[in-house]
């Protein structure tokens, strides 16, 4: 009897001695990780230990145009530099509002980044959709951007803008004009041109640029606005006719065109631009690390050759400026909007 209830007073003395042991190695593990945990937060908030995972990317078109190539280009810039993948996630739908939406709501850790062009405020213009372009996001860099160039069917009896004004006012709504779908910068480009120079234009939308052009080489429309990389070659082959581009200054690749502006409308101004965002509320060292190698990437000299021999300029500028551009086209489009009547479409 004895020698059981030892046992049992050794056993017990034996399993307190063990759950301090674990209470004290426990507390000490709790200790050491507070360091840790510090230094974790302090990473985050600095953006030093970034990116430790993956990264989606997620490109609001389909695979194979140039939003999408771009941010493969630029996603294998940052893999190379971070050893870390930067997958490319296309989201399709409601002429890129989809994949824009899904962008907007990840979490404003870094992990979810968007590439897209000027949809992404021209939809919101014109639309009801679930995002505000300047609220939901923080513009990381802009990453390119071309004019357009203003092309007609070469059996239009006009060779300027001035002509073309000139035409369109003395037939109110007989001169037509073609664009990629209702909404877009094509629709809203020719729309501010109507506006600003006080012509009737008869808009025809199509389901995208490659059925635009036909319409115009056949004199079906009139006019359209294209992109250098696909209008250059129409051009060249004498299938369209270029009087003018749609930029600020005159386009490095067609410097005998005159722009829009200097063509007797002052004021106008359109570019297209592909550009990279992050979710609003990423940290601020999070988004100067994504600028400045984002830079890097396109600012790559055979990248620059290679992008101004298609008419298009490499920016790469910086988070504030390129933030400050978007608001004042969105600002630019949403007043078009209102005051050329445009209908608010639902998504």
Request: charged share 15%.
């Amino acid at each position: 009897m004895a020698s059981s209830t030892e046992s049992r007073r050794g056993f017990a003395t034996t399993l307190a001695l063990f759950v301090l042991a674990v209470c004290w190695a426990s507390a000490t593990a709790a200790e050491q990780s507070r360091p840790a945990r510090a230094e974790t937060a302090a990473n985050a908030s600095t953006g030093r230990a970034y990116p430790l995972r993956p990264v989606r990317v997620v490109v609001p078109v389909s695979a194979g145009g140039g939003v999408d190539s771009l941010a493969r280009l630029v996603g294998q810039h940052f893999n190379a530099v971070w050893g870390q993948p930067f997958v490319i996630d296309n989201r399709v739908g409601a002429g890129g509002a989809i994949g824009v939406e899904i962008a907007a709501k990840a979490g404003p850790d870094g992990y979810t980044l968007l590439v897209s062009s000027s949809s992404l405020v021209t939809n919101a213009a014109i639309r009801e959709v679930r995002y505000d372009p300047i609220r939901d996001f923080q513009p990381v860099t802009k990453l390119t951007t071309n004019p357009y160039i203003l092309v007609t069917t070469p059996a239009l009896p006009v060779s300027s803008v001035q002509q073309l004004v000139a035409l369109a006012k003395s037939r109110p709504g007989s001169v037509t004009y073609a664009s990629s779908g209702t909404g877009g910068v094509l629709h809203l480009g020719a729309e501010l041109l109507c506006a600003l120079t006080g012509t009737q234009m008869t808009h025809v939308p199509y389901k995208g640029v490659a059925d635009g052009y036909p319409a115009v080489i056949s004199g079906q429309v009139n006019w359209m606005l294209g992109s250098p990389i696909s209008a250059l070659p129409l051009m060249k082959a004498g299938r369209l006719k270029g009087i003018a581009v749609t930029g600020a200054v005159r386009s490095r690749a067609l410097p005998n065109l005159p722009t829009i502006a200097e063509s007797g409308v002052p004021g106008y101004e359109v570019s297209a631009w592909f550009g990279l965002f992050a979710p609003a509320r990423v940290p601020a060292a999070i988004i100067g690390k994504l600028n400045a190698e984002a830079r890097r990437a396109v600012l790559n000299p055979d990248v620059v050759r290679r992008m101004e021999a298609e008419g298009t300029e490499v920016v790469g500028n910086p988070s504030k400026e390129f933030a400050a551009e978007v608001k004042k086209e969105f600002d630019k489009w949403r007043g078009l909007v209102k005051s050329a009547g445009l209908k608010l479409e639902k998504q």
